[in-house]
């Protein structure tokens, strides 16, 4: 099967929001599970993540991620990664030949591009790093290589929508502690529980934070099984684990 990729005219440098479509994986893993986290076995991963970056004409090895950990940490990188990947949630360079990428299951995978100054970043937001601002050290980063946040461009890739994403309490109590005005991001579910926007959240702190330009593909993880993997879905399921889906940009 052919890999199926998500492009934005957004961002004008090679990159792709890979869907799980064409991948080598089997099982409850079926298509392109990218990642290595996952149980899945380490050589389909890697084959998968090869065919990947094939895609976008560059060579497996100059492909770099990271230990993801729902922090605010960026990593700037100007060469390809050896030894144990570092814990960070986002990547910025200005280096041609890499690929930075990130890895989501209902996060939001969010590419920058600024082309005007040839500065690129990738950044994993689930709700804690955008809340903590992983979005806003992203640019920062992005900014200390050159870029400007004018001339930014950052789109939101697949990930969970607000139809699929219920909450408790104590999680919308979680952000009216940061900003009350965060309320309107929450919408009434069954019960004590909300339904939470999380790309819309996303936006928002793009927007403010002075992005040239923000969107949304609005494409849901949850939603789509065929196409994507999701971790909320996987869960209610009662599955074993889960695929990971990877979104790439390269210089």
């Not at 992005?142 to 969970?160: F, H, K």
Request: glycine share 10%; net charge negative; aromatic share 8%.
């Amino acid at each position: 099967m052919t890999l199926e990729i998500l492009t934005s005219d957004a961002l004008a440098p090679r990159h792709g929001f890979f869907t799980r479509k064409g991948g080598a994986s089997s099982g409850i893993f079926a298509g392109l599970n990218c990642g290595p986290g996952s149980s899945d076995q380490a050589e389909i991963v890697a084959i998968n993540r090869a065919r990947a970056t094939q895609a976008l004409d560059l060579a497996p090895e100059t492909l770099i991620t990271v230990h993801q950990i729902h922090s605010a940490i960026p990593l700037p990188v100007t060469a390809v990664l050896t030894g144990d990947k570092p814990k960070a949630d986002a990547l910025v360079t200005a280096t041609p030949g890499l690929a930075i990428a990130v890895l989501t299951a209902d996060c939001q995978p969010v590419l920058f591009a600024d082309a005007t100054h040839g500065v690129i970043g990738a950044a994993h937001a689930g709700w804690k790093g955008a809340l903590t601002g992983v979005l806003e050290a992203t640019l920062d980063a992005m900014e200390a290589l050159g870029a400007t946040r004018a001339t930014t461009s950052a789109v939101i890739g697949p990930c969970i929508s607000q139809n699929a994403y219920e909450v408790g309490p104590e999680f919308l109590h979680s952000f009216l502690a940061e900003d009350e005005d965060y309320s309107r991001f929450f919408a009434n579910g069954q019960g004590d529980r909300f339904l939470f926007d999380l790309p819309g959240f996303g936006l928002h702190r793009l927007r403010a934070a002075g992005v040239g330009h923000a969107e949304w593909t609005r494409h849901c993880t949850y939603a789509d099984p065929e196409r994507f993997y999701s971790y909320r879905r996987t869960t209610h399921a009662g599955e074993a684990d889960y695929g990971r889906l990877i979104s790439i940009i390269r210089l």
